[in-house]
């Protein structure tokens, strides 16, 4: 038989052959004879050069297509759409994307006169992103089947749909994921792993929680999406493919679950619900059973990639087919299958599910048959209310200015005074991603007692994308949910807060009272604002302001540079300034010139040249860092490992068999675990779930060499669930208050919430005292108390929670949250929540810096 490539290789030249022998060069193939095989078929999955190939053919065959390019990927790929409309749409796109941002935005259009005059042209943008989780394979090659049906359907109803619609097909929003999944698919094909997992996730760093960076834009594919739907195309209509588990319903289709971000304009729900039922329609005229809507999923949390447009007045739409195993099909029996916790509490017909389907097998080309009739389904209902949509959108755009013109608030304030400006500049430059207006004032201006300094960014309410910026800024207040009948709290499908000014510890003012708006300029990026050294031109000591997350990043940059660094021990004034306790020294000054000065012009650190004596500190040196990283799709290493990189912390990514190896010690000064359950480091993968190398995880030995290490003078670093692990090792003081609580007790299913940090202690230092802390079933510790551990921070004694949902609050207060604690001549830093959660948490990030920084001081190396 054929190998994949030798099979595509073979099609490609036998369809130059006929391009060749006479066929018209115009002719569109179908995936078929393109690929080889039909979309779908067992075993078979269209890899990423070819769909790329593909999408170019047709696009080059096709006066319907178009192709565009989203942006790139982390590692450097492309992600590609086609436009497809009808051939005089395509023709006339740069008209019709005026129009699309005109409509987008009602300021642009005087009156009533001019919205009809654009509507006379206008057509309704519906964009297609196909599987962001990229083991959710099916839609993927299900975007081959829909781009040949557009381009070359002749009949009348298709050809009036492309007439009024412009869809923009991503036939993959993670390209290296995909090329991930089909690598590790041919390698295992005719093995028993065939259709398994991976030992490692679907992205270089976060896996999963691809699609949960939508409002943060850490990752490359975000920002490229977010460019693209907020500056490029506008789309009223946003639907996202995805794929669930095996055991349930075969297809989810909109309307979602409760409960809803009330920022949203209702018609965003009842458009969402609309065009959800259409899918549903289509796919049950066809006898497709086994399609359940509002259920499961819901869009509280506005961080997916498919509801982050949202709040920019985009309908979106999510589907999910009940995944096979990869490309090859199950077996499910009819005892097997089951409701969901949320909507659909047996498997029976109901009314959001009223036609079960009866089990049986299932295979990659049902989800390809599922979505294709979804997509179908959409495309009609969008093109048969193509005028009320596009009326819709721009209606919530004015009702979004008229809320914020007319109720509070009316603003929110960045000043530019901020404990991290780093962190500051962070969060207005992802609002201005995100497609929010963010304006500066030229003169110092003032509302009621506060004067706001230029420099200070204003996020107007009164813009199109109100409820995108609020839903952002402003304090979360989930409304708590129980289970059908009974007392247990309903699991939110993500997380219940994540206040981003708490998150990122940056000041933000909401603003209640209107007030008469200033001269102001529109921001289009913000970057630190340069600071020159101070102080005497001959110093004996260069002194840096090290606060905040740009203050880690200094220090690790200076270190790196081989100068020699201290950080002080208290506060130091000098020059009329306080240098919190943390803040730098730098020399030999000739040396140190050139880079403190970097540190000044391009962070805008605060640099005084000093005379005299230095003040007490304590010297830093480059710590050797390893970070466990598990054979499995482990998110909250990927997110640790990017924030090494981000802020420049050496590292060494450690596996199973160099930790069971032992003699830790004399390679590394730290080692971080991720935020991973203890049991599941030292299980690690079953055996037979994939080939040997991958099995298994610590075991024993990796836990007695862990232990080894930090008696032998290491320093081990413990982000949430893996600090159970060292717990034990070590017989350490401390106990997870919280663990095994019922839900009925104690429930914070993602939550900010009061942490006071000790910044006297240098692993608080160049933080905010009055802190917060992103909690996620985490952890609070009882501490015995003795000479060999101590507390670095605790969650607040009361009103803890800051935004989201918590119940049983008592469980937490006042509890230690971070722990140091020496055993033998190392120690162990316990993190009881998730520090760097996602990359959004920055007023914590320091944490995991400065646990390393001061593991250098520590260790007598
Ligand atoms: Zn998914």
Same mark, same amino acid.
């Given at each position: 038989?054929?190998?994949?490539?030798?099979?595509?290789?073979?099609?490609?030249?036998?369809?130059?052959?006929?391009?060749?022998?006479?066929?018209?060069?115009?002719?569109?193939?179908?995936?078929?004879?393109?690929?080889?095989?039909?979309?779908?078929?067992?075993?078979?999955?269209?890899?990423?050069?070819?769909?790329?190939?593909?999408?170019?053919?047709?696009?080059?065959?096709?006066?319907?297509?178009?192709?565009?390019?989203?942006?790139?990927?982390?590692?450097?790929?492309?992600?590609?759409?086609?436009?497809?409309?009808?051939?005089?749409?395509?023709?006339?796109?740069?008209?019709?994307?005026?129009?699309?941002?005109?409509?987008?935005?009602?300021?642009?259009?005087?009156?009533?006169?001019?919205?009809?005059?654009?509507?006379?042209?206008?057509?309704?943008?519906?964009?297609?992103?196909?599987?962001?989780?990229?083991?959710?394979?099916?839609?993927?090659?299900?975007?081959?089947?829909?781009?040949?049906?557009?381009?070359?359907?002749?009949?009348?109803?298709?050809?009036?749909?492309?007439?009024?619609?412009?869809?923009?097909?991503?036939?993959?929003?993670?390209?290296?994921?995909?090329?991930?999944?089909?690598?590790?698919?041919?390698?295992?094909?005719?093995?028993?792993?065939?259709?398994?997992?991976?030992?490692?996730?679907?992205?270089?760093?976060?896996?999963?929680?691809?699609?949960?960076?939508?409002?943060?834009?850490?990752?490359?594919?975000?920002?490229?999406?977010?460019?693209?739907?907020?500056?490029?195309?506008?789309?009223?209509?946003?639907?996202?493919?995805?794929?669930?588990?095996?055991?349930?319903?075969?297809?989810?289709?909109?309307?979602?679950?409760?409960?809803?971000?009330?920022?949203?304009?209702?018609?965003?729900?009842?458009?969402?619900?609309?065009?959800?039922?259409?899918? =549903?329609?289509?796919?049950?005229?066809?006898?497709?059973?086994?399609?359940?809507?509002?259920?499961?999923?819901?869009?509280?949390?506005?961080?997916?990639?498919?509801?982050?447009?949202?709040?920019?007045?985009?309908?979106?739409?999510?589907?999910?087919?009940?995944?096979?195993?990869?490309?090859?099909?199950?077996?499910?029996?009819?005892?097997?299958?089951?409701?969901?916790?949320?909507?659909?509490?047996?498997?029976?017909?109901?009314?959001?599910?009223?036609?079960?389907?009866?089990?049986?097998?299932?295979?990659?080309?049902?989800?390809?048959?599922?979505?294709?009739?979804?997509?179908?389904?959409?495309?009609?209902?969008?093109?048969?209310?193509?005028?009320?949509?596009?009326?819709?959108?721009?209606?919530?755009?004015?009702?979004?200015?008229?809320?914020?013109?007319?109720?509070?608030?009316?603003?929110?304030?960045?000043?530019?005074?901020?404990?991290?400006?780093?962190? =500051?500049?962070?969060?207005?430059?992802?609002?201005?991603?995100?497609?929010?207006?963010?304006?500066?004032?030229?003169?110092?201006?003032?509302?009621?007692?506060?004067?706001?300094?230029?420099?200070?960014?204003?996020?107007?309410?009164?813009?199109?994308?109100?409820?995108?910026?609020?839903?952002?800024?402003?304090?979360?207040?989930?409304?708590?949910?129980?289970?059908?009948?009974?007392?247990?709290?309903?699991?939110?499908?993500?997380?219940?807060?994540?206040?981003?000014?708490?998150?990122?510890?940056?000041?933000?003012?909401?603003?209640?009272?209107?007030?008469?708006?200033?001269?102001?300029?529109?921001?289009?990026?913000?970057?630190?604002?340069?600071?020159?050294?101070?102080?005497?031109?001959?110093?004996?000591?260069?002194?840096?302001?090290?606060?905040?997350?740009?203050?880690?990043?200094?220090?690790?940059?200076?270190?790196?540079?081989?100068?020699?660094?201290?950080?002080?021990?208290?506060?130091?004034?000098?020059?009329?300034?306080?240098?919190?306790?943390?803040?730098?020294?730098?020399?030999?000054?000739?040396?140190?010139?050139?880079?403190?000065?970097?540190?000044?012009?391009?962070?805008?650190?605060?640099?005084?040249?000093?005379?005299?004596?230095?003040?007490?500190?304590?010297?830093?040196?480059?710590?050797?860092?390893?970070?466990?990283?598990?054979?499995?799709?482990?998110?909250?290493?990927?997110?640790?490992?990017?924030?090494?990189?981000?802020?420049?912390?050496?590292?060494?990514?450690?596996?199973?068999?160099?930790?069971?190896?032992?003699?830790?010690?004399?390679?590394?000064?730290?080692?971080?675990?991720?935020?991973?359950?203890?049991?599941?480091?030292?299980?690690?993968?079953?055996?037979?779930?994939?080939?040997?190398?991958?099995?298994?995880?610590?075991?024993?030995?990796?836990?007695?060499?862990?232990?080894?290490?930090?008696?032998?003078?290491?320093?081990?670093?413990?982000?949430?669930?893996?600090?159970?692990?060292?717990?034990?090792?070590?017989?350490?003081?401390?106990?997870?208050?919280?663990?095994?609580?019922?839900?009925?007790?104690?429930?914070?299913?993602?939550?900010?919430?009061?942490?006071?940090?000790?910044?006297?202690?240098?692993?608080?230092?160049?933080?905010?005292?009055?802190?917060?802390?992103?909690?996620?079933?985490?952890?609070?510790?009882?501490?015995?108390?003795?000479?060999?551990?101590?507390?670095?921070?605790?969650?607040? =004694?009361?009103?803890?929670?800051?935004?989201?949902?918590?119940?049983?609050?008592?469980?937490?207060?006042?509890?230690?949250?971070?722990?140091?604690?020496?055993?033998?001549?190392?120690?162990?830093?316990?993190?009881?929540?998730?520090?760097?959660?996602?990359?959004?948490?920055?007023?914590?990030?320091?944490?995991?810096?400065?646990?390393?920084?001061?593991?250098?001081?520590?260790?007598?190396?």
């Amino acid at each position: 038989m054929l190998q994949p490539t030798a099979a595509r290789t073979f099609t490609l030249l036998l369809y130059f052959l006929l391009v060749l022998a006479g066929t018209s060069a115009a002719q569109v193939p179908a995936p078929e004879a393109f690929f080889g095989f039909k979309m779908g078929a067992d075993g078979k999955l269209a890899d990423w050069a070819a769909i790329t190939k593909y999408f170019e053919t047709v696009a080059a065959a096709s006066p319907r297509v178009e192709m565009v390019d989203v942006g790139p990927t982390t590692e450097g790929r492309r992600i590609i759409g086609a436009i497809i409309s009808s051939a005089d749409n395509i023709r006339n796109l740069p008209t019709l994307q005026i129009d699309n941002r005109l409509l987008a935005d009602p300021r642009k259009l005087a009156n009533d006169r001019e919205v009809r005059a654009i509507m006379t042209g206008a057509k309704a943008v519906v964009a297609i992103g196909c599987s962001i989780h990229a083991s959710e394979i099916g839609a993927t090659q299900s975007a081959n089947d829909l781009l040949y049906e557009l381009a070359t359907a002749d009949d009348e109803r298709t050809v009036q749909m492309l007439d009024r619609l412009v869809v923009i097909l991503i036939p993959s929003l993670n390209p290296d994921g995909h090329v991930l999944v089909t690598d590790w698919h041919g390698k295992m094909q005719g093995t028993p792993f065939d259709g398994g997992q991976m030992p490692w996730s679907y992205h270089k760093y976060v896996g999963h929680d691809i699609n949960r960076d939508a409002f943060m834009l850490n990752m490359t594919e975000n920002r490229s999406l977010a460019r693209f739907f907020s500056r490029e195309w506008h789309p009223q209509v946003f639907l996202a493919m995805h794929q669930m588990g095996t055991n349930g319903p075969r297809f989810f289709v909109p309307p979602n679950y409760d409960p809803i971000d009330p920022n949203q304009d209702p018609l965003i729900w009842r458009e969402a619900a609309l065009l959800g039922s259409a899918m =549903a329609l289509e796919l049950e005229s066809q006898g497709k059973s086994g399609v359940v809507s509002n259920a499961m999923y819901d869009y509280y949390w506005p961080g997916y990639e498919d509801s982050a447009p949202l709040g920019r007045n985009t309908v979106c739409l999510l589907t999910e087919a009940a995944s096979a195993r990869l490309a090859n099909p199950i077996e499910v029996a009819a005892k097997d299958l089951r409701g969901a916790t949320r909507g659909l509490p047996q498997y029976a017909p109901q009314i959001n599910f009223p036609n079960p389907w009866p089990g049986g097998t299932w295979r990659l080309g049902d989800i390809v048959d599922y979505n294709l009739a979804a997509m179908r389904g959409l495309l009609r209902a969008v093109s048969r209310y193509q005028e009320e949509l596009l009326l819709n959108f721009h209606a919530m755009g004015r009702r979004a200015i008229e809320r914020g013109t007319n109720e509070g608030p009316y603003a929110f304030a960045i000043p530019p005074d901020q404990h991290d400006p780093a962190a =500051a500049n962070k969060l207005v430059n992802l609002l201005v991603d995100g497609g929010v207006e963010v304006q500066q004032v030229s003169e110092p201006f003032k509302i009621g007692d506060t004067v706001y300094p230029v420099g200070t960014a204003f996020v107007m309410m009164a813009q199109p994308f109100r409820a995108y910026a609020k839903s952002l800024l402003e304090v979360q207040k989930y409304p708590a949910r129980k289970l059908s009948g009974s007392a247990t709290p309903e699991r939110p499908y993500d997380v219940a807060g994540w206040t981003l000014p708490y998150q990122m510890g940056v000041r933000v003012d909401r603003l209640e009272k209107a007030f008469e708006v200033p001269l102001i300029s529109r921001i289009d990026r913000v970057t630190p604002t340069p600071a020159w050294p101070l102080g005497y031109p001959r110093p004996d000591y260069y002194l840096v302001d090290a606060r905040g997350t740009a203050g880690a990043l200094a220090a690790n940059r200076l270190l790196g540079a081989g100068l020699r660094v201290e950080w002080t021990s208290g506060s130091v004034s000098q020059d009329g300034f306080t240098y919190q306790p943390g803040a730098l020294i730098v020399r030999p000054v000739a040396e140190a010139r050139t880079h403190v000065e970097r540190l000044a012009r391009e962070m805008g650190l605060r640099v005084f040249g000093a005379r005299g004596r230095v003040p007490a500190s304590t010297s830093l040196a480059r710590a050797r860092v390893g970070l466990y990283r598990p054979w499995n799709d482990a998110i909250d290493e990927g997110w640790t490992r990017w924030l090494f990189e981000q802020y420049e912390v050496p590292f060494k990514t450690l596996r199973d068999a160099e930790v069971r190896a032992g003699s830790l010690r004399s390679s590394f000064d730290v080692i971080v675990l991720p935020g991973i359950a203890a049991q599941r480091l030292v299980d690690g993968n079953r055996k037979g779930a994939l080939p040997d190398e991958y099995v298994g995880g610590l075991g024993e030995a990796g836990v007695a060499a862990l232990k080894a290490f930090v008696e032998a003078g290491g320093t081990l670093v413990c982000i949430d669930g893996s600090a159970q692990l060292a717990i034990d090792a070590l017989g350490l003081p401390v106990k997870n208050a919280v663990a095994g609580l019922p839900a009925e007790q104690f429930f914070c299913p993602g939550s900010i919430v009061r942490l006071d940090i000790d910044p006297s202690q240098p692993i608080g230092f160049g933080m905010l005292p009055q802190n917060a802390a992103f909690f996620s079933f985490s952890s609070a510790y009882d501490v015995t108390p003795g000479p060999d551990v101590r507390v670095v921070a605790r969650y607040g =004694a009361k009103d803890i929670l800051m935004s989201g949902w918590l119940e049983g609050e008592q469980a937490i207060a006042g509890r230690a949250a971070v722990v140091e604690a020496r055993a033998g001549l190392g120690r162990v830093v316990l993190i009881g929540f998730r520090a760097q959660h996602r990359g959004q948490s920055m007023a914590t990030f320091r944490l995991l810096f400065n646990a390393i920084l001061t593991a250098s001081t520590e260790s007598q190396r």
